[in-house]
C-alpha cells in the first residue's frame, strides 16, 4: 500500500529511523528513574529511623522538658523579684524588707545565672534569641545520625550499581511502548522499577535499618553524651534545694517576724502575693521534678523503648510509602512543569517520532476517506428521504387536484338527489387527509435535520477520523512493542520497519472499511426506518383508509344514473388511479392477495372469517384494503375475509 504513496512511504522511513533513536536513548531513562527509585528508598529508611529515635523513643520525647521546666522556674523567681521592688516601698514594718530584699537577691543572682549560661553556651547576645540548649544538642545529635544513615545507605547503592545496574536497565528494555502510553502507564513502569529494586535491597536494607536504630537510641539514651540534658538536669536538683532552704529559712523567718509586728493590710498583702509567688514555684518544681524522675524511672525498666518492624511490615512500608512520595513527587513536578527524571534526548528523539508519526496518520486519513467516499453515500440516503417528501407532495396534489375539480363542478349537483350526504362526507374526509399530509410533510421536514443531524455524530470526518485513530495506535503500538529485543544498529531494523507499516496499513484499511460499511448499514436502517414509519403512520394509512372510501362510500354511488354522479365517479376512479401509478412510480407495491390465495400472516391481516362454499380454511375470500411493500418490508397489511 505505502509503495503506492511515494510522500508516505517517505516519512515511514524517517518514523523508524527516528524510533531507533529513541530506543538508544531509553535505556538512560530507565537508569535515571532507578536513582530516582533509590533516592526515595533511602529517604524512607532514613525517615523511619529518625521517626524511632524522636517520636517512639521516650527520652526523645520528654528530654526538652527539663529547660522547659527550668524555665518556668527562672519565670517565677522574675516575677517574685518584680512583684518586691515594684512594691518596696510599700513595705516598710519590722525586718521584712530585710528577708524580702535577702531572699530577692539569692533569687536574682540564679536568674542572673541562668541566662548568662545560655548565652555564652549559645553564643548568642539578644536575650530573645535563646534556645532550648537541650533541643539544639538533640538537633545536632540527629543530624548527625541522618549524614552517617545516608552515608550508608549511598554505599549500598553504589554497590549495587556497580554489580547489577546494566542488568535491571536491559530487564526493562521489554516496557519501551510505555514512552508512548499515558502517564498511568509510565507510573506503571515506575512501580515495576521500584518494586525491582526492593526485591534485591530487601535483606539489606532491614538490616542496616535494624542495626541504626538501635545504634542511634542507645547513644540518643546516654546521658553522658548528653551534656546539656544533663547539666539542666542536675541544676534543676539543685535548685530545688537552693528554693527550699529559701522557705525552711528565710520564708520561715519572714512568717515569725509577722506574727510578732502589727502589719497594715496593704502591706501584708504584698508580703503574702510575693511569699504565694515563691511557694507556688516550691509546689510545681517539686510536680515537674517528680514527673521526670517517674519518666526516667520507667524509661529504665522498659526494655522495649521501640517496636521495629519485622522483614515483612519494613518491605511493606517502603513498597507503600517510599513508592507513593516518589510517584507524588514525578506527579507535583509534571503539574508545575519542572523537569522530571526524564533524559533529554529521550524527550526530544520521541517527540520528533510522534511529529513524523502525526504527519503519516494525517496523509493515510486522507487516503483512507478517499477510498470510502462518505459523501456519495450522504447524499444517497438524503435523496431517499427527499423522494418520501416528493411522493407525499405528489399524492397530496393529487388529493388536492380533487378537491377544486369537485368545487368547481359542485353547481351542477342535483341538491334533491339522496347522495348528497355521501359527496359531502368524501369532500370532508379528503379535506383532512389535505391537511394531514400537508403536516406531516412539514413534520418530515424536521425528521430529515434530526437525521441529517445523527449522520454529522455517526458518519462525521470527526468521527471516522477516530475510528482510524483507534487502528492506528494499535499499529504505533505493536510497532514500539515489536523491536524491543532487536539490534536497532543494524540495516534490517529498518527494512522491517518498513515491510511492517506497509503490512499494517493495508491490514487497517480492510478493518476501516468493514467500520465504515457497519456505520453506512446503521445509517441506511436508520433512513429506512424514518421513511417506513411516516408511510404507515401518515402517508399509506391516508391513502389506505382512502381506499375505504372507495370501497364502502363510492360503491353506492357507482348505482346513481345521473350525470353528476357518474363524472363524480369517474373522477374518483381517475384519482384512485393516478395514487396508485405515483406509489408505483416510487416503487411501493400493492400487496392484494386474489381469492384462494393461502392467507399469510406477516402480509394479510383477517377482518372477518367465515364460512364460504368452494373455500378451504385458510383461504382468502376478498380483499378489503390493499397492502403496501417498500423496500421489501410489509408497510401495512392488507385487510382480508378469510375461509374457515
Not at 504513496?5 to 531509553?26: C, M, N
Not at 499515558?182 to 536494607?205: G, H, P, Q, S, V
Not at 513524523?356 to 444517497?380: C, P, Q, R
Amino acid at each position: 500500500m505505502l509503495k503506492d504513496y511515494p510522500p508516505v512511504l517517505l516519512k515511514s522511513k524517517g518514523l523508524v529511523e527516528a524510533w531507533r533513536d529513541t530506543l538508544q536513548a531509553f535505556d538512560k531513562f530507565i537508569e535515571e528513574n532507578i536513582r530516582g527509585c533509590f533516592f526515595h528508598i533511602k529517604m524512607k529508611v532514613m525517615l523511619r529511623i529518625l521517626h524511632h529515635l524522636i517520636e517512639e523513643n521516650k527520652l526523645s520525647k520528654y528530654d526538652e522538658k527539663i529547660f522547659e521546666y527550668y524555665d518556668h522556674l527562672m519565670l517565677h523567681y522574675k516575677n517574685s523579684i518584680e512583684l518586691f521592688y515594684n512594691n518596696e516601698e510599700k513595705v516598710k514594718t519590722g525586718k521584712s524588707k530585710e528577708i524580702l530584699t535577702g531572699i530577692c537577691d539569692v533569687l536574682s543572682a540564679q536568674l542572673r545565672q541562668f541566662k548568662e549560661n545560655q548565652l555564652a553556651s549559645q553564643g548568642i547576645s539578644d536575650e530573645k534569641a535563646i534556645q532550648n540548649p537541650i533541643k539544639v544538642e538533640k538537633d545536632n545529635f540527629l543530624t548527625e545520625e541522618k549524614i552517617d544513615i545516608l552515608n550508608q545507605l549511598d554505599a549500598l547503592e553504589k554497590q549495587w550499581t556497580e554489580k547489577k545496574m546494566k542488568a535491571c536497565v536491559a530487564s526493562f528494555r521489554k516496557y519501551i511502548n510505555i514512552v508512548t502510553e499515558n502517564e498511568d502507564k509510565e507510573i506503571e513502569l515506575i512501580e515495576k522499577i521500584y518494586e525491582a529494586l526492593l526485591k534485591d535491597l530487601k535483606d539489606a536494607l532491614y538490616t542496616g535499618y535494624v542495626k541504626k536504630t538501635n545504634k542511634g537510641i542507645k547513644k540518643l539514651n546516654d546521658f553522658h553524651l548528653r551534656k546539656a540534658a544533663n547539666f539542666y538536669y542536675e541544676s534543676i536538683k539543685q535548685e530545688k534545694e537552693n528554693i527550699e532552704a529559701i522557705i525552711k529559712i528565710q520564708v520561715k523567718a519572714l512568717e515569725d517576724e509577722m506574727e510578732k509586728e502589727n502589719y497594715d493590710k496593704e502591706e501584708e498583702q504584698i508580703i503574702q502575693e510575693i511569699l504565694h509567688t515563691i511557694r507556688e514555684a516550691y509546689q510545681h518544681l517539686g510536680k515537674e521534678i517528680e514527673e521526670l524522675e517517674l519518666f526516667f524511672k520507667e524509661s529504665e525498666e522498659d526494655k522495649n523503648k521501640i517496636v521495629l518492624f519485622t522483614s515483612e511490615e519494613f518491605d511493606k512500608y517502603l513498597k507503600e510509602q517510599g513508592l507513593k512520595s516518589y510517584i507524588n513527587d514525578i506527579q507535583v513536578r509534571k503539574k508545575l512543569k519542572l523537569e522530571v527524571d526524564e533524559p533529554t534526548q529521550a524527550r526530544k528523539n520521541f517527540d520528533f517520532v510522534k511529529q513524523i508519526w502525526e504527519e503519516l496518520k494525517a496523509d493515510l486519513l486522507k487516503i483512507y476517506l478517499e477510498k470510502i467516499n462518505l459523501e456519495a453515500f450522504i447524499g444517497e440516503m438524503n435523496q431517499r428521504l427527499q423522494n418520501n417528501i416528493e411522493l407525499s407532495s405528489r399524492v397530496n396534489q393529487l388529493f388536492v387536484q380533487f378537491l377544486r375539480t369537485y368545487e368547481e363542478q359542485k353547481e351542477k349537483f342535483n341538491e334533491e338527489s339522496g347522495y348528497l350526504p355521501i359527496i359531502e362526507g368524501i369532500y370532508e374526509t379528503i379535506s383532512i387527509k389535505v391537511e394531514s399530509i400537508e403536516e406531516n410533510i412539514t413534520g418530515f421536514h424536521k425528521t430529515i435535520e434530526e437525521i441529517n443531524l445523527f449522520f454529522s455524530e455517526e458518519a462525521s470526518d470527526a468521527y471516522f477520523e477516530s475510528e482510524f485513530i483507534k487502528l492506528a495506535q494499535e499499529i504505533f503500538a505493536q510497532f514500539i512493542k515489536e523491536p524491543a529485543g532487536e539490534n536497532f544498529e543494524e540495516e534490517s531494523f529498518l527494512s522491517w520497519g518498513e515491510e511492517y507499516f506497509n503490512k499494517a496499513f493495508e491490514e487497517a484499511f480492510i478493518r476501516f472499511s468493514q467500520k465504515v460499511e457497519m456505520v453506512k448499514e446503521k445509517l441506511c436502517q436508520e433512513v429506512n426506518l424514518q421513511i417506513n414509519k411516516f408511510l404507515k403512520e401518515y402517508l399509506l394509512f391516508e391513502v389506505s383508509t382512502y381506499e375505504e372510501i372507495v370501497n364502502y362510500s363510492v360503491s353506492r354511488l357507482r348505482e346513481e344514473s345521473d350525470d353528476f354522479a357518474i363524472e363524480y365517479v369517474k373522477n374518483i376512479d381517475q384519482l384512485t388511479a393516478s395514487l396508485e401509478e405515483t406509489l408505483k412510480e416510487f416503487e411501493i407495491e400493492f400487496v392484494e392477495p386474489v381469492p384462494h390465495d393461502k392467507f399469510n400472516g406477516k402480509e394479510h391481516e383477517v377482518l372477518l372469517a367465515e364460512e364460504r362454499e368452494g373455500f378451504k380454511k385458510g383461504e382468502i375470500i376478498k380483499t378489503l384494503n390493499k397492502g403496501y411493500r417498500f423496500n421489501n418490508q410489509i408497510i401495512l397489511k392488507a385487510n382480508v375475509v378469510a375461509s374457515k
